[in-house]
């Protein structure tokens, strides 16, 4: 299988070359030319597997330049790093309509991990098949979990480096110092001075200069991204929901054919999106339902086909949605328009130069047909958290967004399919919302302190705090340096 820009101007590579180059020269997303089909028989015959051995059998239909064996080699070696490996992502039952698929628990407790711990795998191997002898300099903009989950990946895999960039005040405090006190002689960490569409617009910038390219490859050193606009990084995500069916019908919770719905708490629309490819590959997914927090620019861009990224930005109980621009719709509007580049490409510069675009009367119906779309704010959050506890599971603020507004879409339209709620993170990585929420508060509390609160959540629900998140505390903080958007590049060189 090749892959193609989203914007049409750039040559067709084969999926190892999309997975090195991370961006097409021409500044869009790669995509697959098609997207493969699945059956029936193919859904079953994942049933019994493990998930790193379903894992292999789908991402095969995409990476075709990788053979099976490979590919199972590589799942077996990021699994294994999970909790259970076997059942790395598993489905639980909420209510008798309502599953949670819970994608946290691998080495940093953060559904980011499903594909940054299999990615290092996919591109070392790609710069083997490739030919490639320079440094891979991974370059990350992270609105919280992306960051610790590459640099955890990538820490001491050979051949690379890894510099990851963070909004200073835009992340929890757990997930800060889970990237500050990352190990490894090739990570580098920065916080920027701005939110994260400030980080990724400068991750973007970086890639499209041209002498910075030149001077790196002067060192032996090239470009390439774990964000999700890195095809590596997104098409182990679309595992995970195949398996989440697959792990409905070995709990006879469906019969094959049944359709169900997949609600996901979203900033980046990476997420969402491997939804979109699972249920275009033929698996039987329904409505897809898009969470947003009080950033709701994706709520407004999927209901009405306007994306208008100049309003105010907000910091969140979810901050890993504090996000305005969000990447991956590119790839949505390449997929619905038939590839029609130069189309995507008017709207990608208008969001640039205007700051909004808005797609056509028949891309907005192909959206609607596919699409819910809702959003919360914090109070809804803290309820769905209190509500979630009440039936007896630990939802982290951004699980809760999802639950808050599946709630309301089912008021709303009566719709009472079963659906299943894409679980981001452990609850532990947001402990100070969490718990404010189930001490019944109203009002978000002061966010500083350290990471007692992780032990005060523990005592008070019995849940044991992950052991990736112990002892956060008495790690060393290596990175302590804040750079302005328009010195990242400069940090960048410079750190290594």
Known sequence: MQFISTRGS??????????????????????????????????????????AERAAKVLSLYLSDYTHSELLEYAHAAYSRFETPDTAAPTVRLTHNTYVLELYHGPTCAFKDMALTILPHLLTAAMRKNGISDKVMILVATSGDTGKAALAGFADVPGTAITVFYPEDGVSAVQKLQMITQSGENVSVFAVKGNFDDAQNGVKRIFSDRACAERLAARGIRLSSANSINWGRLVPQIVYYISAYCDLLNQNAVAYGDTVDICVPTGNFGNILAAFYAKKMGVPLGRLICASNENNV?????????????RDFRKTSSPSMDILISSNVERLLAELSGHNGSEVAGMMSALVSEGSYTVSEELLRSIRELFAAGNTDDAGTYEAIRATYSAGWLSDTHTAV??????????????????????????????????????????????????????????????SIPEPLSGLDSREKRFKVSVEPADMLSAMEGAF
Do not use: H, M
């Not at 997975?19 to 500044?27: E, M, T």
């Not at 997303?29 to 597997?49: H, K, M, Q, T």
């Not at 407004?300 to 990224?309: I, K, N, V």
């Open 10 to 51: 750039s040559p067709a590579v084969s999926a190892s070359e999309a997975i090195l180059n991370g961006l097409a020269p021409d500044g869009g997303l790669y995509v697959p030319e098609y997207i493969p089909s699945v059956d029936r028989a193919f859904v079953e015959s994942l049933c019994p597997l493990t998930y």
């Open 298 to 310: 994706l709520t407004e861009f999927l209901q009405t086909g306007r994306y208008d990224r100049l």
């Open 402 to 463: 999802a639950l808050k507004v599946l709630e309301n879409y089912r008021a709303r339209t009566g719709e009472d399919r079963i659906t299943v709620v894409a679980s981001t993170a452990s609850p532990f990585k947001f402990a100070i919302d969490v718990n404010a929420a189930l001490e019944g508060s109203e009002v978000r509390p002061d966010l500083d302190g350290g990471t007692e609160i992780l032990d005060t959540l523990s005592a008070k629900t019995g849940v």
